[in-house]
């Protein structure tokens, strides 16, 4: 049951990506055209809307992707490791900084340095990947 809600969910999560990828692609003929600023503007409008429903579906893919690595036997009896993985599933990616501030306000006290040492174990478990780009940011592993 929990497979097919997934599955569901992922499902209408690529469809909307889709439609989204290709609002783009008319939105950009349409802006180059010229022709009718105010239809540009319609698929501007439409795509916001359409992206409104997609973040939802993105946090609920990533809840799925967290139950998973929260039933660990070592997740479960290790508080930090358990908050930064739910803090990943819901906000999406975090550096440090953020995810400190995540479990201060969840616990009351927090430690840049364990959560370093909880995100290096968590990486090498295979549970959450470093993004690359600017800063470090990190996200779980679908």
Do not use: C
Request: glycine share 4%; hydrophobic share 40%.
């Amino acid at each position: 049951m929990v497979k097919k809600a997934e599955a569901r969910v992922r499902d209408l999560d690529d469809k909307l990506d889709h439609i989204i990828k290709r609002l783009d692609t008319i939105e950009t003929v349409m802006a180059n055209s010229q022709q009718n600023p105010e239809l540009s503007s319609l698929l501007s409008d439409l795509k916001g809307g359409v992206s409104l429903y997609s973040e939802p579906l993105k946090a609920i893919k990533r809840l799925y992707d967290a139950r998973k690595f929260l039933k660990a036997k070592e997740v479960e009896r290790d508080e930090v490791s358990r908050l930064i993985i739910q803090a990943l599933a819901l906000r999406g990616e975090l550096n440090v900084s953020q995810l400190e501030r995540e479990l201060r306000a969840a616990r009351g006290t927090a430690s840049r340095r364990i959560i370093r040492d909880r995100l290096v174990k968590l990486e090498r478990d295979g549970v959450v990947k470093l993004v690359e780009g600017w800063g470090r940011k990190y996200r779980l592993i679908e």
